[in-house]
């Protein structure tokens, strides 16, 4: 079975700051890799994904992933963080087969940032 | 367009009641996918409708929790005799069919129970 492990729970940045959240899954297979973010009161987004092709994608917002398989890793990071950011992100996988598109999903960041 | 409703927003019940959930997918989505997001448990896959294959109910935790999709649309999570460890936000997913990945979600039900 796949997992997912997102290693900070809690990040507070300043307003500027660069940000990096991590993201590691357990699947040997070929995997598609989502990241989704829930702003306070609101419902989860999609704010990028990668299924194939170039390992460095952009998303909404200024946001960027990089996938690097051979550290089964898929971070997010923007250089810039903006106040409007503060939110829960969550990374997921799903394996990248037909055998049902369900996706894990990590136990999530919250980020604050400060103004 | 309009995106993945789901009715009711919130739900107070007591221990031991029978709840149904209700969710309506994006028009033309032929796959629905349930989850549940709890403090405990982060965010867990539940249940997944694809056309009118079987559906997958690998992450069901008990024999309480069923769902149904009628007509390739409407589901219904439907949570018999239910307990307090049940309290969670229940979230509707749904996408166009296999091939495409991108799943868009719903607003969910926060479900407590007292």
């Known amino acids: 079975a796949q997992s997912v492990s997102q290693h900070n729970h809690h990040v507070i940045l300043s307003e500027a700051a660069s940000l990096e959240l991590g993201c590691n899954y357990s699947?040997?297979?070929?995997?598609?890799l989502f990241w989704y973010v829930q702003y306070p009161g609101q419902h989860l987004q999609l704010l990028l994904k990668y299924f194939s092709g170039d390992p460095l994608v952009k998303g909404i917002k200024g946001f960027e992933a990089e996938f690097i398989k051979s550290k089964f890793s898929f971070n997010l990071r923007k250089p810039s963080v903006q106040w409007s950011d503060t939110a829960e992100y969550f990374c997921?996988?799903?394996?990248?087969?037909?055998?049902?598109?369900?996706?894990?999903f990590g136990g999530g960041t919250r980020l604050m940032v400060k103004p | 367009g309009a995106g993945v409703s789901q009715s009711p927003s919130n739900k107070v019940t007591e221990k031991g009641k029978d709840v149904e959930l209700r969710c309506d997918p994006i028009s033309g989505h032929t796959a629905l996918y349930w989850y549940r997001q709890s403090l405990g448990q982060g965010l867990e896959f539940l249940i997944y409708?694809?056309?009118?294959?079987?559906?997958?109910k690998s992450g069901l935790p008990s024999d309480r929790f069923s769902a149904e999709r009628t007509g390739g649309s409407v589901s219904t999570l439907t949570i018999q005799r239910t307990q307090q460890e049940d309290s969670a936000v229940y979230l509707c997913a749904s996408s166009l069919p296999v091939g495409s990945y991108e799943q868009y979600f719903g607003p969910g039900t926060r479900l407590t129970v007292t």
């Open positions: 699947y040997g297979g070929t995997v598609n």
């Open positions: 997921a996988v799903n394996a990248g087969n037909n055998a049902g598109n369900m996706l894990t």
């Open positions: 409708f694809q056309g009118n294959s079987a559906p997958d």
